[in-house]
């Protein structure tokens, strides 16, 4: 009982509660954050989910457990517990977005106006740009699909001008590598204590 009600309290009730097994394999007790991730791009379900074990990982060197809710298009009235929304987007749709965004930006995210709150808020991701980037690169989709996500969710968890000269939060990267970039030392700190559960909020 005592697990399922700390889940509900980190989000993604149904999920979580069905493989508490898993969560039981992880050590200590990281924050955990449930991110709700809108396939508008039609991407294959292979390569979306190899993209956020990507992601995950970034994110698990940081302290951090990411738990990741994946919705079509066509899923409508949907009312899961998230702290954060990826919207993956292409075609014309990423078109109109990405007049909002910088001329090669892969993403952008907006977050709430509580500028203190740590969860909350929209990420977009530009697909046809991460592919357009992979493929000069010569860097499997995936695995830049997989650092863009990390890099926007690092835009909604940490303070604003997040940018840094290494790491993941580097406005432009390196991709000829094809290694996996992360949070610095002093990002992942602020990242974990800005997702910590908040004990004195609870119900
Ligand atoms: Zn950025």
Same mark, same amino acid.
């Given at each position: !009982?005592?697990?399922?009600?700390? *889940?509900?309290?980190?989000?993604?009730?149904?999920?979580?509660?069905?493989?508490?097994? $898993?969560?039981? &394999?992880?050590?200590?007790?990281?924050?955990?954050?449930?991110?709700?991730?809108?396939?508008?791009?039609?991407?294959?379900?292979?390569?979306?989910?190899?993209? &956020?074990?990507?992601?995950?990982?970034? +994110?698990? *060197?940081?302290?951090?457990?990411?738990?990741?809710?994946?919705?079509?298009?066509?899923?409508?009235? +949907? @009312?899961?517990?998230?702290?954060?929304?990826?919207?993956?987007?292409?075609?014309?749709?990423?078109?109109?977005?990405?007049?909002?965004? @910088?001329? @090669?930006? !892969?993403?952008?995210?907006?977050?709430?106006?509580? @500028?203190?709150?740590?969860?909350?808020?929209?990420?977009?991701?530009?697909?046809?740009?991460?592919?357009?980037?992979?493929?000069?690169?010569?860097?499997?989709?995936?695995?830049?699909?997989?650092?863009?996500?990390?890099? &926007?969710?690092?835009?909604? $968890?940490?303070?604003?001008?997040?940018?840094?000269?290494?790491?993941? !939060?580097?406005?432009?990267?390196?991709?000829?590598?094809?290694?996996?970039? +992360?949070?610095?030392?002093?990002?992942? &700190?602020?990242?974990?204590?800005?997702?910590?559960?908040?004990?004195?909020?609870?119900?």
């Amino acid at each position: !009982m005592r697990s399922a009600v700390m *889940v509900a309290i980190a989000g993604v009730t149904v999920i979580a509660r069905a493989s508490s097994t $898993v969560a039981q &394999e992880v050590p200590a007790s990281p924050p955990v954050v449930g991110v709700l991730v809108s396939n508008r791009a039609n991407l294959r379900p292979e390569m979306l989910k190899a993209a &956020e074990d990507d992601a995950a990982t970034i +994110y698990r *060197v940081a302290g951090v457990q990411m738990t990741w809710v994946n919705v079509r298009p066509t899923d409508v009235g +949907y @009312d899961y517990a998230v702290d954060f929304i990826v919207m993956i987007v292409s075609g014309k749709e990423a078109g109109r977005m990405a007049a909002r965004s @910088d001329q @090669d930006a !892969m993403g952008f995210a907006t977050r709430d106006s509580n @500028d203190e709150a740590g969860r909350g808020g929209m990420a977009f991701v530009l697909f046809d740009r991460v592919e357009d980037s992979a493929s000069s690169h010569h860097v499997s989709i995936s695995r830049v699909l997989g650092q863009v996500i990390a890099h &926007e969710l690092g835009h909604l $968890v940490l303070p604003g001008n997040s940018h840094s000269e290494r790491g993941i !939060m580097r406005a432009k990267w390196n991709l000829r590598s094809g290694l996996l970039e +992360y949070f610095t030392t002093a990002q992942a &700190e602020i990242i974990r204590r800005r997702l910590a559960p908040r004990r004195g909020s609870l119900p």
